[in-house]
T-cell receptor, first 111, second 117 residues
Framework: KNEVEQSPQNLTAQEGEFITINCSYS?????LHWLQQHPGGGIVSLFM???GKKKHGRLIATINIQEKHSSLHITASHPRDSAVYIC?????????????FGKGTKLSVIP | DVKVTQSSRYLVKRTGEKVFLECVQD?????MFWYRQDPGLGLRLIYF???????EKGDIPEGYSVSREKKERFSLILESASTNQTSMYLC????????????????FGPGTRLTVL
């Protein structure tokens, strides 16, 4: 089973700061997911990426397949970015439709 | 638009009660999942189903059972609720593509926060 580690566990930032959340995994994968969960809310998918970089507004996700590592960056952070960010990787073989999740990074952006 | 709904956002039950959590998806997805989410532990898979009437145990199935009688509906059952089952429960669904590939993007419901007293 893939082991997924996220860091940091908690992150507090001032509005406008550049934020980086890291995710590493132990077994090679076809793609990695970044998910967002606002307080009291459901989970939504931000990115699914298998190589390189993807950008959506102020959010940028990168992945290095060889190093088994991905980062989520938020530029010009805003209080509405406060949420839990979760990375997830699929299983292999027959279990490839299951996801293994990191424990999440709780981000708080202070005005 | 993709939609996964759960029967309740908040639920309070007493120890020993039988509890039903319902999940419905409108995307004709084959796969459905039940997770619980606890602080510091993240999302843990309880059960999943890849077809009607099919079910597989996840990482923490003890104390839970599931039912999938129709493709769109996946129910989680706590036969005799206990205080350690107080948690956030999340349902998800995904499309299973055959021919050697699997679509693993999951779509989540809003969650049910269950408190067992």
């Amino acid at each position: 089973k893939n082991e997924v580690e996220q860091s940091p566990q908690n992150l507090t930032a001032q509005e406008g700061e550049f934020i980086t959340i890291n995710c590493s995994y132990s077994v090679g994968i076809s793609a990695l997911h970044w998910l967002q969960q606002h307080p009291g809310g459901g989970i939504v998918s931000l990115f699914m990426l298998s190589s390189g970089k993807k950008k959506h507004g102020r959010l940028i996700a990168t992945i290095n397949i060889q190093e088994k590592h991905s980062s989520l960056h938020i530029t010009a952070s805003h209080p509405r970015d406060s949420a839990v960010y979760i990375c997830a990787v699929p299983g292999t073989g027959a279990g490839s439709y299951q996801l293994t999740f990191g424990k999440g990074t709780k981000l708080s952006v202070i005005p | 638009d993709v939609k996964v709904t759960q029967s309740s956002r908040y639920l309070v039950k007493r120890t020993g009660e039988k509890v039903f959590l319902e999940c419905v998806q409108d995307m004709d997805h084959e796969n459905m999942f039940w997770y619980r989410q606890d602080p510091g532990l993240g999302l843990r898979l309880i059960y999943f189903s890849y077809d009607v009437k099919m079910k597989e145990k996840g990482d923490i199935p003890e104390g839970y059972s599931v039912s999938r009688e129709k493709k769109e509906r996946f129910s989680l059952i706590l036969e005799s609720a206990s205080t350690n089952q107080t948690s956030m429960y999340l349902c998800a669904s995904s499309l299973f593509k055959r021919a050697g590939t699997a679509a693993h993007e999951q779509f989540f419901g809003p969650g049910t926060r269950l408190t067992v007293l």
